[in-house]
């Protein structure tokens, strides 16, 4: 059974940074993707960066390029998000997400099924 643990939300002034965490376990193989979403009240859910373990090839939103960086530490099997000069816009949900068998070039939703069970960030103006 694949499981993720989220961890890292908070409240953040605008500027500010702050890193989410999310332990991955479960999968056999190691081709699996990962991802980072978020979803604002009224608002679809939206990629934020999702990343092969095949490759490392990582994708970004066009809403968190440049500010956003994701990883992964494969020693603790444990993916980061990494988010600086925060905007009042990030604020939302954030969930982390992972599906086997992951090649996509892209960051969409319905790529992953399995989910973690999210953390709050809020950013401030």
């Known amino acids: 059974e694949v499981r993720l643990v989220e961890s890292g939300g908070g409240f953040v002034q605008t500027g500010g940074s702050l890193r989410l965490s999310c332990v991955v376990s479960g999968f056999t193989y190691d081709d699996y993707g990962i991802g980072w979403f978020r979803q604002a009240p009224g608002k679809e859910r939206e990629g934020a960066s999702c990343?092969?373990?095949?490759?490392?090839?990582?994708t970004y939103g066009n809403s968190v390029k440049g500010r956003f960086t994701m990883s992964f530490d494969g020693a603790k099997n444990t993916a980061y998000l990494e988010m600086d000069n925060l905007k009042p816009e990030d604020t939302a949900v954030y969930y982390c997400?992972?599906?086997?068998?992951?090649?996509?070039?892209?960051?969409?939703?319905?790529?992953?099924?399995?989910w973690g069970q999210g953390t709050q960030v809020t950013v401030s103006s």
């Open positions: 990343l092969r373990r095949t490759d490392g090839y990582t």
């Open positions: 997400a992972a599906t086997p068998m992951y090649y996509s070039d892209y960051c969409f939703p319905y790529e992953f099924d399995s």
